[in-house]
């Protein structure tokens, strides 16, 4: 392979008890005792086993959650705000650690993993900050009618399940837990079974800063269907949180509506990338390659379509080509290397599949394109021009280093372009004239848009999506209204 650099991955250390799960402050086996075999997607080799969660293991997290809600929702904000803050500084202080341990079980590169944990252990800063602030969430007042009084006051949803998917095994969970903690929530965290390693660790740095027995509570399983589903059908649970696809999102929308659960869904995007004949070409081809291939391009606000203005699009593509071509693949944990592995097999042939499916119906490879052989599942930077109408990568997330290129004439066409999916999470936009870009972002509908940047991701601002891209925020100070519930006192003195 081109660019590529082999050499071993070392053994992660693990960090908590291998083959158990945290439930109830005990690190207990599936009841089964039966494991799952997680490996490294860049060496295909086991790394370690974890539980294969039963149903009864699941009711087991959710009893442990329940018996645990009351005194956490009592312990005092800052209190609780304390235990964050620790948590946010135990996990910096395990930065390499738990980097170490997201590429070995994810295939991202050290660099991206240790910008990951920044990343994650900020939601534990951001939302401790959010803690202490709590008690400003109320109001209190006479009715407009002067006749008595109002109060309204915030308190937790109740116990919220948690469930996420495998391309930040950190920040996924960290941008879920942090928040359900400091609102006063306990918690079950089902993360995906090809990267359980991370939240186990997640679960132990928190257990020994001193967060109480039962309020994280971890079930890994390889039948999610049936464990969440048994979990769902129990009324105790009060919240769900769920970051995957929208297929099973929907799946899920529908069985939270048997007890008319709190639901936040961060779902699949097709995020555009418009580069306008006015923008800094060097911002936007660096903007580009970032929105593109940060995590291999394995990520909900990857950049899906690229749209350039016909005045630069010559430039750009050539610019970027060069830029996608020098980038070294191979093993992430090796230093240097740029893009990782893909996180399995099946992630792998599907990229290769949209490839394949777009350049048969026409579509013109200007570098990439082809899947090397050996071991490991990885997939050359590529880039994809003149895709005819008809090709499966113009609709689907690609979820994979494949830029897939189109060239647009004016601001209303490429804005109808951006808008013409079901989807609408993130965006980005690339000129200097302001008022376009104001303009511009206004128009598209989606949750975020980035002006002159590849990366809009950040604790303290509102993650989410619009229309199939799912329902409420995370980060920001919504994020933390996801975990209230609000309570009215009307007082007659
Ligand atoms: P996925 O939907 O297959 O799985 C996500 C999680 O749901 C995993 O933990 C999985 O085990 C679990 N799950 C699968 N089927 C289930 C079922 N029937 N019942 C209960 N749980 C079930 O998604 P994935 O392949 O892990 O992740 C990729 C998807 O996630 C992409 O579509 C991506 O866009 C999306 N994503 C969205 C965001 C966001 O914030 N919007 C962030 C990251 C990823």
């Given at each position: 392979m081109a660019n590529t650099t082999t050499a071993p991955a070392p053994a992660p250390a693990l960090g908590f008890p291998e083959k158990l799960m945290p439930i109830g402050g005990t690190w207990v086996p599936a009841a089964s005792g039966d494991t799952i075999v997680v490996s490294n997607p860049?060496?295909?080799?086991a790394i370690a086993e974890t539980p294969a969660g039963t149903v009864q293991d699941g009711l087991a997290a959710l009893d442990a959650a329940c018996q645990a809600q009351d005194s956490w929702a009592a312990t005092p904000p800052r209190v609780r705000a304390d235990l964050l803050d620790a948590a946010y500084r135990a996990i910096l202080e395990r930065r390499n650690e738990f980097a170490a341990l997201i590429t070995a079980e994810m295939g991202k590169t050290l660099t991206e993993a240790q910008a990951e944990v920044d990343y994650g252990a900020g939601f534990f800063r951001w939302f401790a900050e959010a803690a202490n602030r709590l008690h400003l969430e109320g109001q209190y007042g006479i009715e407009p009618g002067g006749q008595y009084r109002l109060a309204v006051s915030k308190r937790p949803v109740g116990p919220a399940l948690l469930i996420t998917p495998w391309n930040f095994p950190l920040a996924m969970g960290a941008r879920k837990i942090a928040p359900a903690l400091a609102a006063g929530c306990t918690t079950v965290l089902k993360p995906a079974e090809l990267t359980p390693l991370t939240s186990l660790l997640l679960a132990k740095v928190l257990e020994e800063v001193g967060?109480?027995?039962?309020v994280v509570n971890v079930i890994t399983t390889d039948n999610s269907r049936e464990v969440i589903g048994a979990i769902m059908a129990d009324?105790?649970?009060?919240k769900i949180s769920f970051t995957g696809s929208t297929q099973v999102g929907k799946a899920l929308l529908t069985q939270a509506a048997e007890n008319v659960m709190n639901t936040s869904m961060e779902l699949g995007g097709n995020a555009p990338l418009i580069v306008f004949d006015d923008a800094d070409l060097d911002q936007a081809v660096e903007g580009a390659m970032v929105a593109k291939l940060r995590n291999g391009g394995q990520?909900?606000?990857?950049?899906n379509r690229i749209y350039l203005q016909s005045g630069i699009a010559a430039e750009f593509l050539q610019r970027f080509t060069e830029r996608m071509t020098a980038t070294r693949v191979g093993d992430?944990?090796?230093?240097?290397?740029e893009l990782g592995a893909l996180v399995d097999e099946k992630q792998a042939a599907k990229v290769a599949s949209l490839v394949e499916d777009a350049v048969s119906k026409g579509a013109t490879c200007l570098t990439g394109g082809t899947r090397p052989g050996g071991i490991g599942y990885y997939y050359p930077p590529t880039v994809l021009t003149?895709?005819?109408?008809?090709?499966?990568i113009r609709e689907?997330?690609?979820?994979?280093?494949?830029a897939a290129v189109y060239e647009f004439k004016t601001e209303e066409d490429v804005v109808r372009a951006a808008n013409g999916t079901p989807y609408g999470l993130a965006s980005y936009v690339f000129t200097k004239d302001l008022a376009r870009a104001l303009r511009v972002a206004d128009a598209i509908d989606a949750g975020m848009t980035g002006i002159n940047r590849g990366v809009v991701s950040n604790p303290a601002a509102p993650f989410g999506g619009t229309k199939a891209s799912g329902l409420g925020r995370e980060g920001g100070t919504e994020g933390l209204e996801a975990y209230l519930e609000t309570k009215y006192t009307g007082i007659e003195l």
């Open positions: 860049a060496t295909e080799k967060v109480p027995a039962g009324p105790r649970v009060r990520s909900c606000v990857a950049a992430g944990a090796v230093h240097g290397v003149d895709i005819p109408e008809n090709a499966d689907e997330e690609i979820f994979g280093p494949v």
